[in-house]
């Protein structure tokens, strides 16, 4: 779960920081938690939007699992 303290209308430094922060205590690596970042920067105008969209947030995070893991094959 990923919660946070946002700026209005823009990811902050913080935001950012944060989401980064979020992912490596779930043990991700650093590749997989740059990819989801890059992708909730694309889709969300916010950091608080995209905690309140849990269940598309999930899909860009499994869309960046997938590219993982075909980079592996």
Do not use: H, P
């Amino acid at each position: 779960m990923i919660i946070g303290v946002s700026s209005c209308g823009s990811w902050s430094k913080r935001d950012k920081d944060t989401f980064i922060e979020s992912c490596q205590k779930t043990k991700f690596n650093d590749e997989f938690c740059n990819c989801a970042l890059e992708k909730a920067l694309e889709n969300y105008n916010t950091f608080d939007d995209m905690t309140a969209d849990e269940e598309n947030m999930a899909e860009l995070l499994l869309s960046c699992i997938e590219e993982d893991r075909k980079k592996e094959e």
